[in-house]
């Protein structure tokens, strides 16, 4: 517990949503929203009755969790919102606890927080990814003393909270970070009841040998005791994943400490924790004072891990071989206010893709994300967002080790967790007139002690700081091979060269850009003018599509066809490299940032293998092929309707599998069997040469794995007609369904050929009763966005009424479109 100015100011990190005796509501609905600022809190919290003339500034009704930048992070035509923004809502409270705290916990706001109880700042916390709590009890109560202000209220509380994610040079992360730093209360946000002895955390450390033997479970606690209530009694129960009950006791403690050692149980042969069997104990602890009781239970897993010197990474006494992606905290329509469905929606895609490793970047995520990783058998790297920029001073420093200390302890119990993050390109200058190497590596080595301090059984990592290699645990270095540099049959060789220069390696960062719906008939065309870079590492200026030495990103045709080829490379590659801990591809989902606003989505870093939206692109059967085990065959093509070349051309065909063999049907007859060969790129030999008949082609494939068998169709256009310069538009409906209309973007050249390689960007507008469903950060959820192959869609909302549609390019006559 720490105090600011006086016992209303009272701020405590906690976990107590993991309680079940506290009294816990999830603060959701009937909250109402300003995106700017006041002249004081007296505007928020004056009792005013709605509609009147003096209801200035006008207020938004919206539910949390909730964002400032849920659509304008993606808005083609405006930066996003950075500022201050305030939500308020009157709440009824009574603690049903005999001198219970009454308490607002925050499972994260961003990035400057300030909370109010009618005119009385109560708390606040800098930072927007870790979890506070404020202790609202003592400001009640005042409040409610004063029967006219209360009476006004009809009873109610009225709460304020001002949030700000204004530019700050003296906080992390810093604004040149590839994503946004959102503002508002995007996280779930509690009002808490409590006993007046109740849990601030319980640590539960399950430890076991890599045989898998004999375990010990240490359980401690750091207390919530603002009464320095002293006599108390501790009741402790462990169950196993089956529900037996393996340990129970009841301690009397007294004095009890703020930090008290609660239990220390030996477990043998314990079951477990692994991707395939994440077997999760059950730890309940209770603390009885006056005849009442508080709660805590948590989860945790024993398992037992190795990265080992010079060679792989070890999972309870057996090599595994990390399977890994990545995750931001973003999403179409919402930005970072996921909610508790998103985030398992998403998490379970990530599963069903065959991830057993994720890196949460670039800062601690919701408590939601560490549960599903637990019970889902993936393991985290999680880190802190000190990201680019340089080194800030006193402030900036204390922010990076409170945050460093706030994830550890809120989330220690975890299984999942395998590393803590340090830091993200931290060689990365320009916040700040110098940049020092050296007091980088000092601030490193001081972040890198803290860390194995608190944990000392997790290991410490960082990616891209060639010149802190030496400091942490594990190292990545940048190696982007066939994307900012180099080609992608690189990959081995440059991965083993970084391997053999660090004790013990991991590849974070791999992948490239892919703008979902262009597909290529010869994607690797862009390698013929990029030069083998022996390093395949990321430099300045290189994610820039201007300028400098050829390289994909900037000079290839961001197809799905080429990342898909990059991926396939890579994934064969690791199968062959005994020594290989493991990667993750960057990231799984595309994601929003403000440092992009040329690519073909403005202000989308469209490396993800499925969209905003979870649209899925091809990419994602990719990784299914090499990573899953449940029987998959995905002809590639899905997003691709129309295909091109000469009339009997021959075409590939690629079919993504985990079959052991394939066959192929074009119109109904059989192009063969292939079987399934990982080496064999592209597609592990499951490709076949097609000749496609001019118009319309059925494709069908039959795969096998033993007695099973999984089918898989598409239809697909072949076009040979060739194609000019584009010279005209068209607009038109194709879709009309309960309000919701899809109309296509086509580019035609003078003779009415589609161009099918048309990168133009086109700009859609709608006039009228109806609504563009557009600012989604997707391919098709965009007004401003680039063709892919000669098309673009997006969908609209009629609202009951009429419309107009345009398009536009440059250099082409704009058309319209009755709706």
């Known amino acids: 517990m720490r105090k600011i100015r006086s016992i209303l100011f009272i701020v405590v990190s906690c976990s107590f949503l993991n309680t079940q005796a506290q009294q816990s509501k999830r603060l959701n609905n009937n909250w109402e929203f300003l995106r700017e600022d006041l002249g004081g809190i007296w505007e928020a919290v004056r009792p005013v009755k709605p509609g009147s003339s003096e209801s200035v500034p006008v207020w938004e009704k919206v539910n ?17 919102y950075e500022g201050p923004g305030w939500y308020r809502t009157n709440l009824k409270i009574d603690n049903p606890y005999n001198k219970g705290r009454t308490l607002l916990h925050f499972e994260g706001a961003g990035q400057k927080t300030q909370v109010y109880v009618y005119d009385k700042k109560v708390g606040q916390h800098i930072g927007g990814y870790d979890e506070w709590t404020v202790d609202i009890t003592d400001a009640v109560a005042e409040f409610k003393k004063d029967s ?100 129970e006791s009841q301690k009397q403690f007294t004095p009890l400490n703020l930090n008290q050692e609660l239990e220390n149980l030996t477990v043998k042969k314990p079951m477990l924790w692994s991707p395939s069997s ?92 560490l549960n599903l990783c637990d019970s889902l058998g993936i393991m985290v790297w999680e880190e802190i967002p000190w990201c680019r920029g340089g080194l800030g001073g006193d402030i900036y420093q204390a922010q990076a080790k409170r945050m460093l200390t706030n994830m550890i302890e809120q989330h220690y119990n975890h299984p999942a967790v395998i590393i803590w993050g340090l830091g993200n390109e931290n060689d990365w200058p320009n916040d700040f007139a110098t940049f020092d190497e050296e007091k980088i590596r000092m601030f490193m080595s001081e972040l890198n002690d803290l860390s194995h301090k608190l944990d000392p059984t997790r290991m410490t990592a960082i990616r891209r700081c060639d010149f802190c290699k030496d400091i942490v645990d ?55 003018k990029v030069k083998a870079s022996g390093t395949g590492d990321e430099r300045a200026g290189d994610a820039s ?4 030495s050829a390289r994909v990103s900037k000079d290839g045709d961001w197809s799905e066809s080429y990342i898909c080829n990059l991926i396939d490379w890579h994934l ?30 403005p202000y989308v870093n469209q490396k993800g293998v499925i969209e905003r939206d979870f649209t899925k692109k091809e990419a994602y059967y990719v990784f299914q092929s090499y990573w899953t085990d449940k029987l998959m065959a995905h002809i590639y093509g899905h997003s691709w309707p129309v295909r091109w070349g000469d009339a009997g051309e021959a075409r590939m065909v690629k079919v993504y599998s985990n079959a052991t063999e394939a066959e192929l049907f074009v119109n109904g007859i059989s192009q063969g069997v292939r079987k399934r060969n990982s080496q064999d790129f592209p597609a592990a030999g499951l490709r076949w040469m097609v000749n496609y008949k001019e118009g319309e082609n059925d494709l069908k494939v039959v795969a096998k794995k033993g007695k099973e068998t999984v089918t898989d169709e598409i239809t697909q256009q072949y076009q040979t007609a060739k194609w000019g310069k584009p010279a005209k538009l068209t607009l038109s409906k194709i879709k009309d369904t309960d309000g919701k209309i899809t109309i296509e973007v086509k580019l035609l050249d003078a003779n009415n050929v589609l161009c099918l390689d048309a990168k133009n960007v086109i700009e859609i507008g709608l006039t009228g009763d109806g609504k563009l469903i557009d600012d989604q950060g997707t391919s098709s959820g965009s007004r401003k966005v680039e063709l892919y192959n000669g098309r673009a869609v997006i969908s609209l909302l009629t609202n009951g009424g009429k419309s107009v549609a345009s398009v536009k390019t440059e250099g082409i006559k704009t058309v319209f479109l009755n709706l």
Not at 328 to 344: K, N, P, Q
Not at 487 to 505: L, P
């Open 474 to 528: 594990v190292y990545s270095p940048s190696i982007w091979a066939g994307w900012y540099r180099g080609i992608y049959t690189e990959y081995k060789e440059i991965a083993q060269k970084e391997f053999d220069s660090v004790d013990r390696f991991i590849h974070m960062e791999w992948g490239g850009d892919s703008h979902a719906g262009r597909h290529s008939e010869n994607p690797d065309a862009a390698l013929s």
């Open 148 to 247: 006219v202000f209360n009476g006004r209220f009809e009873g109610k509380v009225p709460i304020a909270i001002r949030c700000d994610n204004s530019r700050d040079l003296e906080m992390i992360p810093s604004d040149l970070s590839d994503f946004n730093i959102y503002g508002g209360i995007y996280r779930y946000l509690n009002l808490v009841y409590t006993p007046q002895l109740s849990f601030d955390k319980v640590f539960a450390l399950a430890e076991v040998d890599a045989a898998g033997k004999q375990g010990v479970l240490k359980i401690s606690s750091r207390f919530y005791n603002p009464n320095n209530i002293k006599n108390v009694k501790v009741g402790i129960k462990i169950t196993d994943p089956n529900g037996k009950i393996i340990g």
């Open 545 to 548: 599509l201007f300028g400098g």
């Open 64 to 80: 949390l969790p909730h964002c400032f930048n849920a659509t304008d992070a993606v808005d083609p035509d405006v930066n996003y």
């Open 278 to 369: 994440p077997f999760l104990y059950t730890v309940e602890v209770s603390v009885s004072q006056n005849g009442e009781q508080a709660f805590y239970t948590e989860k945790v897993g024993f398992r037992n891990f190795e990265f080992v010197k010079k060679g792989p990474f070890m999972l309870n006494g057996k090599r595994l071989l990390l399977r890994g992606t990545h995750r931001h905290e973003d999403h179409a329509g919402v930005g970072a206010a996921m909610t508790e469905d998103m985030i398992r929606k998403e998490m379970l895609m990530m599963k069903d893709m065959g991830v057993n490793f994720i890196r949460l970047a670039h800062y601690q995520q919701s408590r939601i994300v």
């Open 572 to 601: 064969k590659e690791q199968e062959t490299m005994p020594w290989l801990t493991g990667s993750a591809y960057w990231p799984f989902k595309d994601f929003s940032t403000p440092v992009r606003p040329d690519n073909p989505v």
